[in-house]
């Protein structure tokens, strides 16, 4: 079905088909948003709030994108200065277009691998990362598994993000090892930061 075209008085809105980094040294850089079922890229706002969650120089940090579709996430920690971003996606096309940004950008401190998300995270356990980010699919069951897995590749002091389509509350959090430290719902998202639960080893 052909797509109508944006009214004149539209012209300043963000076109449908890309989101921008908001900051960092790619700021205002824009991301393709390829039309494929499920790629539902975090929106600019949620990223900024997590960003001012997690302090804006993130230099040091080791951090895994486990769903990363547009890739918007991991270059967002990678743009404020991250030291490791492994950007993990199962699409070929969206893994072909996020190789592609990674050239355009020089962006040494990307890794970009084809897989299951949940199979790099189970092979990352132990790896002592700063943050992991977890946007699944919402019509996806992978949220409890990944959550899990996510906790094992985590450092004693690492953080997850997750973005949902409801809220986690804390004894969802406790269930699953993680202490609930955020959480902001912007339309149909809910976005939450974890860190390790107390008393819960890494």
Not at 40 to 60: A, I, K, M, Y
């Amino acid at each position: 079905m052909a797509r109508a075209r944006p009214r004149p008085s539209a012209a300043r809105a963000a076109p449908p088909h890309e989101v921008r980094i908001v900051g960092g040294q790619w700021k205002r850089t824009r991301l393709p948003v390829a039309d494929r079922p499920g790629l539902r890229p975090t929106p600019d706002r949620v990223r900024e709030t997590l960003f001012n969650w997690l302090g804006q120089d993130l230099s040091g940090w080791r951090c895994l994108d486990a769903f990363a579709g547009t890739g918007a996430l991991g270059l967002e920690a990678a743009s404020r200065g991250a030291a490791q971003v492994l950007l993990v996606e199962q699409d070929p096309e969206l893994v072909a277009t996020l190789r592609k940004l990674k050239e355009r950008l020089a962006a040494h401190t990307v890794e970009i691998r084809r897989g299951d998300a949940l199979a790099v995270l189970a092979g990352m356990a132990g790896s002592n990362l700063d943050l992991v980010l977890l946007d699944p699919p919402f019509d996806s069951q992978l949220f409890e598994p990944a959550l899990a897995a996510a906790l094992s590749a985590l450092a004693s002091g690492g953080l997850v993000y997750l973005e949902a389509p409801r809220a986690w509350t804390d004894s969802d959090a406790a269930q699953a090892g993680l202490e609930l430290r955020r959480h902001l719902k912007a339309g149909a998202v809910h976005a939450h930061l974890f860190g390790r639960a107390p008393g819960r080893a890494a």
